[in-house]
């Protein structure tokens, strides 16, 4: 099926609800399902939800409240405390579970006062082949995913935004602040501070790709491959290094496999069939 059909199979889904609460972070996929919908329903019968909460920067949920308010889109803000959500803190393998199911239940109590029972995240096709046990929160709490059902993968979502001559179908994904910590390692505010002012610092020098992942006293760079060679030269280390130590990272590497998805997947275990699976059986391809 082609991107054209796609979206259309999508419209038709999404005028099956007379109106439509969005979960909606700012991203590529909820900002383009934000506008399906209000083409689709026209934007009076589309809410927009934003949970604003301390593993977002301030910088994402600024620019969803510019698209909301360009689209005309009502948008209602949620206050979630998520260092008080059981198993947030701990950091285990299912902590994206206990967040996303807070944030969700969040999410649809707001839409319900609004009058609004029908909630929808942007998860597209490839979610499925990472490692989301967010999407299971959103299964059981019965949010709808129209860009997945529709067969939209990533690549059709910025095919389309761009077609459509939507300004964000080439912004960077992003992803929750929590995900720069390996599994086990506890979640502070002040560590995800420091890794949100030290992706600032290389978005700020010009890199659009970029992660900062966290891993003891190390900062672990992940550029993408085509930016990667920028930190080839002695006098940029030298600078990066330093700027690194000022915001309190002792330690930094540039990671040789440059950024990919759910890296802080690939050492998670799982037995399928029997047989025990590490970390590519969970990746994206």
Not at 115 to 131: E, F, K, M, R
Not at 206 to 218: A, K, M
Request: hydrophobic share 40%; net charge negative.
């Amino acid at each position: 099926m082609g991107i054209h059909e796609k979206l259309g199979s999508l419209k038709i889904r999404l005028r099956q609800s007379p109106a439509l609460a969005v979960s909606f972070s700012g991203g590529v996929d909820s900002a383009f399902l934000l506008k399906a919908a209000a083409d689709a329903l026209e934007a009076e019968n589309v809410l927009a939800i934003t949970a604003r909460a301390k593993n977002f920067p301030e910088r994402e949920f600024r620019e969803a409240e510019a698209w909301a308010r360009d689209l005309g889109v009502e948008q209602k803000i949620v206050d979630l405390d998520v260092m008080s959500v059981p198993g947030f803190v701990e950091n285990s393998p299912e902590r994206c579970y206990f967040c996303k199911r807070e944030i969700f239940l969040a999410l649809r109590k707001a839409a319900r006062e609004r009058g609004v029972p029908a909630l929808a995240d942007g998860a597209n096709t490839d979610d499925a082949g990472d490692y989301r046990p967010g999407t299971r929160a959103a299964r059981e709490l019965g949010v709808m995913s129209p860009l997945c059902d529709a067969g939209l993968s990533k690549a059709d979502i910025r095919a389309l935004s761009r077609e459509m001559g939507l300004p964000f179908w080439n912004k960077p994904s992003f992803a929750c602040l929590a995900s720069r910590f390996p599994y086990g390692q506890a979640i502070t505010e002040a560590d995800m501070e420091r890794v949100d002012k030290a992706e600032q610092y290389f978005l700020d020098l010009g890199f659009r790709t970029i992660r900062v992942r966290l891993c003891g006293d190390l900062a672990r760079i992940e550029a993408d491959p085509g930016e990667m060679p920028k930190f080839f030269d002695v006098d940029f280390m030298r600078r990066v290094d330093g700027d690194l130590r000022r915001l309190g990272f002792p330690y930094s590497a540039l990671d040789c496999g440059g950024y990919r998805t759910g890296s802080m997947n690939e050492t998670l275990e799982t037995k399928e069939d029997g047989v025990l699976r590490r970390g590519a059986g969970f990746l994206a391809p």
